[in-house]
DNA sequence: CATGAATGAGGCTTCATTCAT
DNA sequence: CATGAATGAAGCCTCATTCAT
């Protein structure tokens, strides 16, 4: 019987790999269930087994690009060692892992930014707590606005980023650095 | 027959006020084309007499959009004047109509930001315009590459601005210009 | 557009014409509605036009269904004169023109008889009058009751009726008036 | 080997009991045979090893139905002792334990009154020896049409006495002995 | 040129049934 | 015999587009 959950993870898996995949090329609303049912390589039938409905795939896809951010940022830094690095640096460490994972995931793309889809939640939260740690005094408005706005700035420019042929990421890369670090370091008021 | 014209252009008007506001509420995915002919006070054939399918809808609004956009910009200074102005004011007098312009039609959030489509093209090539009347000695390939970038953040933060209530909404536009402002004062190296 | 509006009523009586049939022939439930728009000689997309859904055409239905009823009743005999009808009369001018529109209309078995559907309300409702202008002492409740039980024989008896060849339906036709006779002559109580 | 037939049967039963459950709150097409087999406990697959598909249960459950209420009836008279009866206790004591009955197994009206289905025809059969044993020179065909009648009239009132709350149920069932005394004491002709 | 009925492919989802384990 | 994942046909309904009037 653990056989029987292993392979149900795997099938899970192999669904949301489809769901990605085909979010990535022609968006959620353009991408059928029987689409994704196909290039999971089952039925739709099968499908359903395993999600009640699309929207479902979509929120399970979230969570597990969420969950695999969590873990590539994990590996780059941990949130303790935060607070004294330089601002360009912490922005290298935040964005280059997310340069990485979204060109891994292209289907990440399509996904984030979009307000109460998890993943936009997720990592909005995790931004929030990283100025928080580096401003402790700052207002909770000021984290939440700033950590949003930082969020939907890297979403902006990441499809950009990952549709560009190479010479071109990197440029744009450096491009979304300096795009960060200016509005980070630049006052808030006036 | 110049009834005729001025009757057909009204008529298209009317179609695309309707393409718009159905846009902004649900998308274009999730808009059909019987219900902008309905909002429109048309019959389906009728609207299929001025466009030849659906996605030439969302075009000729975009040329519209962007046609009153110039406008809306032209009114607030001339090109030509903009070289001499403080970043912060050049930004502002850029962002203040843009913030108006997207208040007043939400439908073209849905359709700025979409690659290839006109719009969002012409924006960025105004945009473009005008960094090179500040900064003649500038590759043109940067100079591209930089508004292309302003270009996705403002269009990346117009969305929470646009949906904001009006205390937060203008909070969110300080943002906005704060992170333009630190985005183009940033040296690129480096 | 007069020719339009008939058009369209037309459209809608093929519609309920071929709903009748399919019911009468499976079921509701059996029965799909791309079977009643090829029934119809229609698509699928036409029929939507009509209804927004299946059971909409099922409402529609009951609602011809009980229509034609009254009609057929009140060209058998009119509410006043009914009181001082002999009983054996007054079932006989009821159930009748019943059979006869039960064995024209043979979908009408599948509606009449399930609670809420409009045409077994309003049948019930008009046994009901009757009963009142025969017994006007009678309490509501009575009325109520009697007229719900008298109508559910009906409808019980119908089914057998009209899949009956005719030597045995007119025997089942006699059995179903002494069911009423009985059931209307046997006093309430004890 | 015992053994195994003894578990085979409660198993059956376990599926009888879910089906039963089932039809009666949605109704035989709307009863999926994954449903059954949920409430049973079991697989679907091993429901499928019990019986080769839907119709099979709904008629198991028929025939189940029918040998129960064929001991419900036994406990409450014997055949042999019921000619001398009057009418109207014959029909209370075949009516009041099919009351119960029907209290009790709410799956059994949506069963019962199908014509073709087994229990329908065991019943029928059952109250047209109660007939012959009252009337043994009636002709064949008057007791059978008779018996027939009778069925439909309690299979048509059931369903509302299960569905009616005490006090209005007691006030039905009453109404369905009316109906039958007054349909029996009739004389058939004229 | 307007109309709006008509089309039919296709989308999401369910479910009776089968089969590998 | 049990399991439950897998199947795929089919159901209800939508919608971009066309065509007769």
């Known amino acids: 019987m653990v056989r029987r959950q292993a392979r149900g993870r795997q099938r899970i898996g192999e669904i949301l790999d489809a769901a990605s995949a085909l979010f990535a090329e022609a968006g959620y609303d353009r991408t059928s269930t029987n689409a994704i049912a196909a290039r999971a390589g089952m039925s739709p039938g099968s499908l359903y087994q395993y999600f009640p409905n699309k929207q479902a795939i979509a929120d399970a896809l979230s969570e597990r690009l969420l969950a695999e951010l969590r873990e590539a940022h994990a590996a780059s830094f941990d949130?303790?060692?935060?607070?004294?690095?330089?601002?360009?640096?912490?922005?290298?460490?935040?964005?280059?892992?997310?340069?990485?994972?979204?060109?891994?995931?292209?289907?990440?793309?399509?996904?984030?930014?979009?307000?109460g889809q998890s993943l936009h939640t997720?990592?909005?939260?995790?931004?929030?707590?990283?100025?928080?740690?580096?401003?402790?005094?700052?207002?909770?408005?000021?984290?939440?606005?700033?950590?949003?706005?930082?969020?939907?700035?890297?979403?902006?420019?990441?499809?950009?980023?990952?549709?560009?042929?190479?010479?071109?990421?990197?440029?744009?890369?450096?491009?979304?650095?300096?795009?960060?670090?200016?509005?980070?370091?630049?006052?808030?008021?006036?």
Chains 1, 2, 3, 4 share one sequence.
């Open 79 to 115: 949130d303790t060692a935060v607070a004294g690095l330089p601002l360009p640096d912490l922005v290298s460490r935040v964005v280059d892992p997310l340069v990485f994972f979204h060109v891994t995931h292209p289907g990440a793309k399509v996904l984030i930014g979009e307000k």
């Open 122 to 190: 997720g990592v909005t939260d995790r931004v929030g707590s990283l100025l928080r740690a580096r401003s402790p005094e700052l207002p909770d408005d000021d984290v939440r606005r700033t950590s949003t706005v930082a969020v939907q700035i890297v979403a902006a420019l990441m499809g950009s980023i990952v549709a560009a042929p190479e010479p071109e990421r990197a440029a744009l890369v450096q491009e979304l650095k300096r795009a960060l670090t200016g509005y980070l370091a630049t006052p808030a008021d006036r």
